[in-house]
């Protein structure tokens, strides 16, 4: 249920400021929101301010001022912690408030934010993101979205500065779930990518004419088109919370254990020496 008390958010404030909160914050400001940003990193929050956003100074101090508060932090832990604790969003946020937890977290962690900001009259939603750094820096992110759908219809002039497109999915947990089912299937792919094209190369192949190829059939897919651009970054954290997930659903994912046994050896730098190799390679047994 709602807690709506404005009709629409003036003022946003953006906790973290990572690969993908940074340039949130940087079309937020310049949208002419009035934005509040917090990181323990200074040198991210000049940048910020730099591009025209306040440095509120502490969490506390950020949601006393913020319509809608965006938490992109990196675990469950600090989630729990920069919402919950003493000084946290929550002790500080205005009744009628809208926390977005934007980070890759359980949705039993959202459930855990969501039944203490009941107390203080705050909606919660869970906007897990998609699209990584490239889609942040372009100001294109997809969002998948749980929780009250009058609540996210409410915060979304604070949502279109830095997103593409926004999906509801359900209820509050939705987004991240959403964001797993995502998750397994890129490094699903990623992973059988790289097998594939390995198979290719050693039979006499080069994979960077596999790759044109399949580009123009049935197997073509963002992952393929643009792996070397991939940074790699989160791919144990996002396998371990499916599998985890899954556990709590008691359905098996053997498929995601393989996953995640063969993502442990790829690496960026394995990707670039698929498509280093000699552009003439030649079928074995053929002139």
């Given amino acids: 249920m709602s807690h709506a008390q404005y009709t629409g958010p003036t003022s946003v404030g953006l906790i973290g400021l990572g690969a993908m909160g940074l340039p949130a914050a940087g079309f937020l400001a310049r949208s002419g929101l009035d934005t509040h940003v917090h990181d323990p990193d200074r040198g991210a929050v000049g940048q910020a301010v730099a591009a025209g956003a306040r440095d509120a100074g502490s969490t506390a101090a950020l949601a006393a001022v913020s319509d809608v508060v965006v938490v992109m932090v990196p675990s469950d832990d600090d989630v729990l912690d920069v919402c919950c604790a003493d000084s946290g969003v929550l002790a500080a946020a205005r009744p009628g408030a809208a926390v977005l937890i934007c980070s890759s977290v359980t949705p039993e962690t959202c459930r855990e934010v969501a039944a203490e900001a009941a107390a203080h009259r705050v909606d919660v939603l869970d906007a897990a993101l998609t699209g990584g750094v490239r889609a942040a820096r372009a100001g294109t992110v997809t969002l998948l979205v749980g929780g009250g759908k009058d609540v996210l219809d409410r915060i979304r002039p604070a949502l279109a500065p830095w997103t593409r497109t926004v999906h509801h999915l359900g209820d509050l947990g939705a987004g991240q779930v959403g964001?797993?089912?995502?998750?397994?299937?890129?490094?699903?792919?990623?992973?059988?990518?790289?097998?594939?094209?390995?198979?290719?190369?050693?039979?006499?192949?080069?994979?960077?004419?596999?790759?044109?190829?399949?580009?123009?059939?049935?197997?073509?897919?963002?992952?393929?088109?643009?792996?070397?651009?991939?940074?790699?970054?989160?791919?144990?954290?996002?396998?371990?919370?499916?599998?985890?997930?899954?556990?709590?659903?008691?359905?098996?994912?053997?498929?995601?254990?393989?996953?995640?046994?063969?993502?442990?050896?790829?690496?960026?730098?394995?990707?670039?020496?698929?498509?280093?190799?000699?552009?003439?390679?030649?079928?074995?047994?053929?002139?």
């Fill in 179 to 287: 964001k797993t089912v995502n998750n397994l299937c890129h490094w699903g792919q990623l992973s059988a990518i790289v097998e594939a094209l390995r198979l290719g190369r050693d039979l006499g192949v080069a994979p960077a004419k596999l790759r044109a190829a399949l580009l123009d059939g049935p197997a073509a897919s963002r992952t393929l088109a643009e792996m070397e651009l991939m940074r790699l970054t989160w791919h144990r954290k996002d396998l371990a919370n499916a599998l985890r997930m899954a556990e709590g659903a008691g359905r098996a994912l053997p498929v995601a254990a393989t996953v995640r046994e063969a993502m442990e050896h790829i690496t960026v730098a394995d990707i670039a020496d698929l498509y280093a190799e000699p552009d003439e390679t030649t079928v074995p047994g053929t002139r």
